[in-house]
């Protein structure tokens, strides 16, 4: 009788809910809270409204969400989400850790428990949600088994989690745990939405680089003035490095052989990084930067 309470409690939550979309990587530190995050801010600044549920259990934020305060309440209605702009309504595990809780606290059955408690009493406010982006731990873990079942169970009438996206960088090691990744879609029926290769290369405004001479002495404002002296055009380009050595055909390769769509390549740019502390969408800040792609493309793909 329990679990049809769940069940129904579940279903209730999501009723409102239109989509709701998983993102995975095989590993952590590639990226995947970071495309979370814009997919969430992209669709927020197309109108729509969208909540974002980082259930990782990464305590990466002491005090602020990106310019929100983290000020979680629980109230009749359930647990009150933190909004980074009107459309955008966040919630955490993160804010419910106290500073310094590590996660090693958290362990199976109680992640387990706390997952379903978030999925299911979380109050997104009146009107529901178009989308709801989860950013799920690293790797596939008893969590990722049982978010897909409850959202499977919860939607029995639909179709569970509408998609995944799945984050890599371009190394091997990262390659090889999204394969299990994409294994893991394949057998629980989440349709992937498309890989996305993040890290690929480095890229920076050439006026925005520091330079180094031979003692490893920091020479930049010579170099900046030559430049601008010589060859002024050059402090405006970009300039991209390759970060990882690409494994074989790369996650395109990947995507191709699993027969699921490759997104493109978002590369590191500080201006990324920019956007997701500020709290804003980085395709809509730096619309020409090669890095939106992706993105853009994850969007479309999204609200067709
Ligand atoms: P994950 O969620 O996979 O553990 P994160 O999204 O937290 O990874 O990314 C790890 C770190 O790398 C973060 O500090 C994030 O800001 C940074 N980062 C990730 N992708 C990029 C990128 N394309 N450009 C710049 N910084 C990035």
């Known amino acids: ?51 974002l549920l980082d259930v990782t259990f990464v305590d990466r934020v002491s005090q602020e969400w990106q310019g929100a305060r983290r000020e979680v309440h629980q109230s009749q209605s359930g647990w009150t989400p933190v909004y980074a702009n009107p459309n955008l309504a966040v919630m955490s595990i993160s804010f419910l850790l106290e500073e310094g809780d590590a996660a090693v606290v958290w362990r199976g059955p109680r992640k387990n428990g706390l997952i379903k408690q978030f999925l299911t009493e979380t109050d997104w406010g009146v009107g529901g949600l178009d989308y709801l982006i989860i950013d799920t731990p690293p790797g596939t873990s008893d969590e990722h088994i049982s978010i ?27 390659l090889a745990d999204v394969r299990k990744e994409l294994n893991f879609c394949k057998k629980t029926s989440v349709p992937v939405l498309g890989v996305i290769e993040n890290m690929s290369g480095l890229q920076t405004r050439v006026s925005d680089m520091r330079f180094m001479n031979d003692e490893s002495n920091d020479c930049t404002s010579d170099v900046l003035s030559l430049l601008k002296e010589k060859c002024p055009e050059v402090l405006n380009m970009m300039a991209i490095t390759d970060v990882f050595p690409s494994a074989g055909t790369g996650p395109e390769g990947m995507a191709n052989k699993f027969g699921v769509p490759y997104l493109g390549k978002l ?38």
């Open 1 to 51: 009788a329990a679990k049809e309470k769940e069940k129904a409690n579940l279903h209730n939550a999501l009723s409102e809910v239109s989509h709701v979309v998983l993102v995975l990587s095989g590993k952590g530190g590639v990226g995947k809270s970071t495309v979370s995050t814009q997919v969430a801010q992209s669709l927020s600044s197309r109108g729509y409204s969208v909540g």
């Open 148 to 174: 897909v079942q409850y959202l499977n169970d919860a939607r029995s009438s639909g179709q569970g989690a509408s998609g995944a996206i799945v984050v890599t960088t371009p190394e091997e090691v990262s």
């Open 267 to 304: 590369p590191l740019d500080p201006n990324l990084l920019k956007s997701c502390e500020d709290g804003v969408s980085f395709v809509d800040q730096y619309p020409s930067s090669p890095g939106t792609a992706p993105l853009n493309n994850i969007v479309d793909k999204l609200i067709l």
